[in-house]
């Protein structure tokens, strides 16, 4: 059984910057790619951002030299640099974890407010 566990929302003013963190236990963290989603109130969840277990990464175009994944294999965590944001990234953030075998896990999401 793997758990994700998200940290690091919470509310920012517009331009402001946040790090989310996903700390993943119970899974063999560096054989697997991270993703982290989000959901807006009204809307479908959207991939975000991604990275492999070679580091390679990918971003949506609306984040693109905003924000920055990172993972620590040390520590089984998947991080998510946000900055410059706006009040468009306003949504619940969720980690997601693609093991090389078995199924895929979510965690429970963290809320991230950009508002003035």
């Known amino acids: 059984q793997v758990q994700l566990v998200e940290s690091g929302g919470g509310l920012v003013q517009p331009g402001g910057s946040l790090r989310l963190s996903c700390a993943a236990s119970g899974s063999i963290f560096s054989a697997s790619t991270m993703e982290w989603y989000r959901q807006a109130p009204g809307k479908q969840r959207e991939l975000v951002a991604r990275i492999t277990m070679v580091d390679s990464t990918n971003y949506a175009d609306s984040v693109k030299g905003r924000f920055t994944i990172s993972r620590d294999n040390a520590k089984n965590t998947v991080y998510l640099q946000m900055n410059s944001l706006k009040p468009e990234d306003t949504a619940v953030y969720y980690c997601?974890?693609?093991?090389?075998?078995?199924?895929?896990?979510w965690g429970q999401g963290t809320q991230v407010t950009v508002s003035s």
């Open positions: 997601h974890n693609i093991p090389i075998l078995g199924s895929d896990y």
